[in-house]
Antibody, heavy 120, light 107 residues
């Protein structure tokens, strides 16, 4: 059974970079069967798709965040990462990593989520 | 982008009763809709894919319908383990978007 686990600082200062990593167990990122995604949910709001990355490194980012987002994948450690630059209070959210099927981006496995608070 | 709107925001239902949840897309998405269940402290769980296909391990009391812009998730007889937040997601076009969620609570 695949499991995903987010890790990273829970507190980031405004204007700095938010960095999170998702560790995957029970599946190999390099199998090429799935996309590896990041979502977030600000307090009291709905989920927002940040983007996804394939094992080759090809990626897609939500246009609303594209100028501030980067993702990377490390197949040797079976992890993928998110970086969000120049954060503001509006980036305070629970961040989730998830596994999405190719072709149809349906997320069949999710991490628990990690709260990241942006402070001034 | 496609805006997904869920209603109601909260649904109060007694155990054993039927729950009907709605998800509406701002433009047609064919059958490109998934439903998820999220309980506090747990990971979100895929319930329905392709609008009407139950995910692995999901009991038959869950059913989905709809295409185009209007979709419904029905839980025919609510069990205690079904009380949770349900949210929909369209995967017909980029960026992927989610509804705001419906909380199904015990009446």
């Amino acid at each position: 059974q695949v499991q995903l686990q987010e890790s990273g600082p829970g507190l980031v200062k405004s204007s700095q970079t938010l960095s999170l990593t998702c560790s995957v167990s029970g599946d190999s990122i390099s199998s090429g069967n799935y996309y590896w995604s990041w979502m977030r949910q600000p307090p009291g709001k709905g989920l927002e798709c940040i983007g996804h990355i394939y094992y080759t490194g090809s990626s897609y980012f939500n246009p609303s965040l594209k100028s501030r987002v980067d993702m990377s994948v490390d197949t040797s450690s079976n992890r993928f990462s998110l970086r969000l630059f120049s954060v503001t209070a509006a980036d305070t959210a629970v961040y989730y990593c998830a596994r999405g099927g190719p072709g149809t981006m349906i997320f069949d496995s999710w991490g628990q989520g990690t709260l990241v608070t942006v402070s001034s | 982008e496609v805006v997904m709107t869920q209603s109601p925001a909260t649904l109060s239902v007694s155990p054993g009763e039927r729950a009907t949840l709605s998800c509406r897309a701002s433009q047609g998405i064919s059958s490109g809709l998934a439903w998820y269940q999220h309980k506090p402290g747990q990971v979100p769980r895929l319930v329905m894919s392709g609008a009407s296909t139950r995910a692995t391990g999901i009991p038959a009391r869950f059913s989905g319908s709809g295409s185009g812009t209007d979709f419904t998730l029905t839980i025919s007889s609510l069990q205690s383990e079904d009380f949770a937040v349900y949210f929909c997601q369209q995967f017909n076009s980029w960026p992927l978007t989610f509804g705001g969620g419906t909380k199904v609570e015990i009446k």
